[in-house]
């Protein structure tokens, strides 16, 4: 990868505390979209097709333009700037459509670089993509943190699907799995001044969960967090950080978090008679699995919901919105 290195952050003073709404997102077209294997081995969200054969991967990868098109529609038509960034054709990428698992751009114009569990993903991570972001969303490099050479260790760390930040209270929140190690975790957080807080989760069948965004999300005001999932050893610590935040905590349980409910981003936008404000993107599918008292309680702490069916991606891919979105902070 390209970008210049610059120095290490770690030893200057703590900074103050960063936006944690970016107004600007990278998106992949895909275009060999499917079911993989290899990432279902971790990802107990994938289902497979019922039928397989050349119809049905042509059905796959068609459904998940349309969901990829009208999820970018939908963002720009709330006045969130899209970067879209079309999939090369080879190797085929079956996961390239989840883009924030294999590095995220941030306020200081650090870029880092993730290892992913998956060999298969690895091609994912194209110089073309960082130089589409940096030409159109004019993201300023001014650090590489380059983390991949990890993964020849056995250790990864899936960018913004392994970590669920808290940036205003610079607090990185991750649930260890065979994707998120926690001695990653804490270089990460060395390396950016945040404070991380490790964790464990797992589903009803006691299998960890891959990601931490499929069980939390923080917005502005709001934060979202399945604590039915999280190991009860651990739960009121991180229920505690999250209310020492002021934010106002919405738990989820394990049907809401299968039903990707944990898994949606709260994005800046401009508005007319608001001004500076703030829109909550889920699925379609997290939309209908919230309960109306906490679907009211989220739109009292946000300014607009925006909720996109995707139901290929979600069923074939085991990721839903939030997996979908890479947000780009750090723009001159």
């Known amino acids: ?57 042509a059905a796959a990868r068609a459904g998940a333009l349309e969901e990829f098109g009208r999820l970018r529609g939908a963002l720009e038509s709330e006045g969130v700037e899209v970067c879209a960034v079309e999939d090369s054709a080879s190797p085929a990428k079956p996961d390239a459509v989840f883009p924030n698992n294999w590095l995220s751009f941030h306020e200081d114009g650090t870029l880092v670089l993730y290892p992913m569990e998956s060999a298969s993903r690895r091609p994912e991570r194209r110089q073309e993509v960082i130089d589409a972001v940096i030409e159109r969303l004019h993201f300023r490099v001014a650090h590489l943190l380059d983390l991949t050479h990890f993964e020849g260790e056995g250790m990864f760390l899936e960018g913004t699907g392994s970590l669920v930040l808290d940036h205003a209270e610079r607090v990185a929140y991750a649930c260890a799995s065979p994707r998120t190690h926690p001695a990653l975790v804490a270089e990460w957080a060395r390396e950016l001044r945040y404070e991380p807080l490790i964790f464990q989760a797992a589903d009803r069948a006691g299998v960890p969960l891959y990601h931490t965004n499929v069980l939390m999300c923080i917005g502005e005001r709001f934060g979202v967090v399945g604590t039915e999932a999280i190991a009860a050893a651990d739960r009121e610590r ?95």
């Open 238 to 332: 991180v229920l505690g950080r999250l209310r020492a935040s002021g934010r106002e905590t919405i738990e989820i349980g394990q049907e809401e978090i299968a039903r990707f409910a944990g898994n949606m981003l709260e994005l800046g936008t401009w508005d007319e008679a608001l001004g500076d404000s703030r829109v909550l993107v889920m699925s379609e599918a997290a939309r209908r699995a919230l309960s109306p008292e906490k679907y009211r309680r989220l739109t009292g702490a946000t300014d607009a919901v925006l909720a996109v069916p995707i139901p290929t991606i979600e069923r074939l891919g085991g990721g839903s919105v939030r997996c979908m979105l890479a947000e780009v902070f750090g723009r001159t």
């Open 1 to 57: 990868m390209e970008p210049s290195a610059g120095s290490s952050p770690a030893a200057e003073p703590r900074p103050r505390p960063g936006r944690q709404c970016a107004d600007a997102v990278l998106m992949i077209e895909p275009r060999a979209f499917g079911y993989n294997p290899d990432t279902a081995r971790t990802n107990t969200f994938q289902s497979p097709a019922s039928a397989g054969g050349t119809a049905a991967c």
